[in-house]
């Protein structure tokens, strides 16, 4: 039926007013809802934070204007200690952990239980400037067969990643092999370099 009354509509001046009135009152939704309904002083659409507050609805941010929750955090046991600035961490199989330093560019291996601190080596590349540096760290889940090493890292002209191979039986200082560089050129800055990788799921 509902296309019987449409297909009836055949004057173009009709046509035209219906168009006209749905074009309209789209515009008018479409006002609606990105101004919220609401116009604040200036006519510019949109209201001032004191002027939701005052309305006595309540506002979806309402919590973020509370107060910090006061509370304390206890240390019940210290691994290890005397790391230059901490950065990257990933967990081994069996429990250890290797730990990147920002600043040094360097990666020790903490064992697990005794906290004892192992120098895998150095990433070469690693520019420290700001907030960049030797960033992340990841292993894959066959890093028990093939001994991969991932790295985020901030270079002098980008930031990148690279995986090295890693060789616990070889002297410390010395167990990463040379990178392979797997991505390069992610945008660099002074700032929010990012750099947390893992693998998935």
């Known amino acids: 039926m509902r296309g019987a009354v449409f297909g009836s509509v055949q ?10 009135a749905l074009a309209t009152a789209s515009l008018v939704l479409s006002a609606a ?57 990933t967990a081994l199989p069996g429990g250890d952990l290797l730990v990147a330093s920002r600043d040094e560019g360097t990666i020790h291996r903490i064992d697990g239980e005794s906290g004892k601190q192992t120098l895998l080596g150095s990433v070469p590349g690693v520019s420290p400037a700001g907030e960049g540096g030797l960033l992340g760290l990841a292993v894959p889940s066959t890093f028990a067969a093939d001994g991969w090493v991932y790295a985020y ?9 690279v995986r090295m191979s890693y060789d616990e039986n070889r002297p410390a200082g010395q167990q990463l092999g040379a990178p392979d560089t797997i991505l390069r050129s ?6 929010h370099n990012g750099g947390r990788i893992a693998f998935g799921p």
């Not at 929750?69 to 200690?81: D, I, M, N, P, Q």
């Not at 890292?153 to 990643?161: G, L, M």
């Open 186 to 191: 992610i945008p660099k800055g002074n700032i």
């Open 33 to 89: 809802c990105s101004s919220g309904g609401a116009e604040g002083p200036s006519g510019t659409g949109a209201a001032s934070p004191s002027a939701s507050r005052s309305s006595g609805s309540p506002s979806p941010s309402a919590s973020a204007d509370l107060p910090p929750a006061k509370g304390s955090a206890k240390v019940v046991s210290t691994l290890t200690e005397g790391l230059k600035s901490p950065w990257g961490l």
């Open 153 to 161: 890292f901030t270079t002098a002209s980008d930031n990148r990643i």
């Open 11 to 20: 004057s173009p001046a009709v046509r035209r007013g219906v168009v006209a």
